[in-house]
């Protein structure tokens, strides 16, 4: 079953110093991240302010780096892999939608 984002998911509200403390990393840690394109932190002006899901993300990371043993270009391309999957796995379920949904229009027909 298909877990829905809440609005709050994807909200951004936590300023770099706020997200790093609830993390437990270094502001500069965060920025890392991003210069390597691994999170993409919503701006508001020059400030960066993180989500729920981009917390999700950096405790990934830390979780592929540290217990797996992935270094950064490792856990990049595990990200685009898994972006891609997620891609390809949502664009399958609406073609099998669309297949199910003709097949009992002309069922019904």
């Known amino acids: ?4 984002r809440l609005k709050t ?3 951004p509200v936590y300023a770099i ?3 790093a403390q609830l993390l437990g990393v270094h502001p500069r ?3 890392i991240y991003e210069e390597k394109g691994l999170i993409r932190p919503a701006r508001r002006n020059r ?3 993180f989500s729920e899901r981009d917390l999700q ?4 990371i830390q979780y592929l780096t540290r217990e797996v043993g992935l270094n950064l ?3 990049k391309l595990f990200l685009e892999i898994q972006e891609r999957y997620e891609f390809l796995a ?3 379920l609406r073609g099998t939608v669309v297949r199910v949904r003709r097949t009992i229009r002309e069922r019904g027909d």
């Not at 079953?1 to 829905?4: D, G, K, S, Y």
């Not at 993300?57 to 990934?60: A, N, T, Y």
């Open 73 to 75: 270009a490792g856990v």
């Open 57 to 60: 993300r950096v405790r990934l």
């Open 17 to 19: 110093g706020i997200a």
């Open 1 to 4: 079953m298909e877990r829905r």
């Open 47 to 49: 400030i960066r302010l």
């Open 9 to 11: 998911d994807t909200t």
């Open 29 to 31: 840690t965060l920025r």
């Open 90 to 92: 949502d664009d399958l």
